[in-house]
């Protein structure tokens, strides 16, 4: 999330090379000859049946925000300073919950010391609305915030999906903040179901959801919907060998986020506040050049 981080932020997820490495070509070392064969089929379709992107962005842009985090620290000098991240969320009820990635308002596991989301505006400049952090998950980086409804513009909510349900070669549409530019559309398919993904406290997301619609810096939180414009999974993290988008990106499960969300307004996984910070500067994420980081 933290726009801070010139790039992306690697090396949590170094260790998980099940995605991406096992895919071979096909069966090494046999002596048999080579055959060849042409068989002559219809061509390959996508599931395309459901809403134009045009449409998802439209109903939906209304329930996306900017979320703006900001941190508070000391420099190597010991005087305070503060540094500040940006994201994407998306409310997901009238009374202003709002879902995003708990990498995206923590840092190590200690909450932002401000959170500010920003509504799509008719130009340039958004609708700054405060707010706060109800809950936040590292496990499965999942952060529920809440915004007062009456000091925020006329917003929508999106639809939930059943990520359960997610099948491959299925369209999807990003929509975030990627790279600063805010309130961006990005379309892709479904790659794969099932994947397993590692959190920023190094736990396993199961269910993780690949896709090719592109995810950058900004990214990170950002709702990922299905051609009935319904909210499938929150984008989440890439594989990358360069620190940018290659094509691969993953969300979290959106059954897997509405089951934390809900333990979270009944009180569980409350955010740590750091109310002193400590002396020597921010606990950033290693920046490398590991497969697998948070765009944040």
Known sequence: MKKFVTTMAAGFLGAALLLGVAYGTGIVGSDAPA???VVEGRPASLKTTGMSAQEIY??????????VSTFAGYDMWGQPTQAQGIGTGFVVSDDGYILTNAHVVSESGVAASKVTVVFKG????????????????????????????????DFTVVALGDSSKVAVGEQVVAIGNPLGLDFSLSSGVVSATDRELQSPNGATISGGIQTDAAINSG????PLFNARGEVIGINEQIASQSGGNEGIGFAVPINTAVSVMEQMKNGSFAPQVQQTPSQGGY?????????????Y
Request: glycine letters at 12%; charged letters at 20%; aromatic letters at 4%.
């Open 35 to 37: 055959t060849h064969s």
């Open 58 to 67: 439209d109903r939906n842009i209304g329930a996306v925000v900017e979320v």
């Open 122 to 153: 008719e130009g340039e400049e958004g609708t700054q609305v405060p707010a706060t952090i109800v809950g936040s998950d590292e496990s499965t980086d999942v952060a529920l915030l809440k915004i007062e409804p009456d000091q925020a513009p």
């Open 219 to 222: 990214n990170s939180g950002g």
């Open 283 to 295: 606990a950033y994420p290693d920046q490398g050049s590991g497969q697998y980081s948070w765009p």
